[in-house]
């Protein structure tokens, strides 16, 4: 079984950042893509970012390309999510999970173990 646990969200005004964590633990062996996700009220889940556990290749939505940048330390099995120039649209629980496989990386429909997610509000 895999844990993943979130930290790192708060309130924060236009223009500003955050650095979210996601510390995974269990049999992390198996994760090989972990990707960001994010809700807002009223809306579906919407695929943020990812990246390949061991290649280190990442992929963003058009939103925020430019803006976020994801990363991983493999000895602590943490994946961050470092958010910049941040937007009120980028109001949301962001949560991360791992890729199961079976679709594209673009789709939060491919990613399972979720995390309780952590609440980022940006105010304008």
């Known amino acids: 079984q895999v844990q993943l646990v979130e930290s790192g969200g708060g309130l924060v005004q236009a223009g500003g950042s955050l650095r979210l964590s996601c510390a995974a633990s269990g049999h992390t062996f198996s994760m090989s893509t972990m990707g960001w996700v994010r809700q807002a009220p009223g809306k579906e889940r919407e695929f943020v970012a990812a990246?390949?556990?061991?290649?280190?290749?990442?992929y963003y939505d058009d939103s925020v390309k430019g803006r976020f940048t994801t990363s991983r330390d493999n000895a602590k099995n943490t994946v961050y999510l470092q958010m910049n120039s941040l937007k009120p649209e980028d109001t949301a629980v962001y949560y991360c999970?791992?890729?199961?496989?079976?679709?594209?990386?673009?789709?939060?429909?491919?990613?399972?173990?979720w995390g309780q997610g952590t609440q980022v509000t940006v105010s304008s």
């Open positions: 990246i390949d556990w061991r290649r280190s290749s990442t």
């Open positions: 999970a791992a890729y199961t496989g079976g679709g594209s990386y673009y789709s939060e429909k491919w990613y399972a173990y």
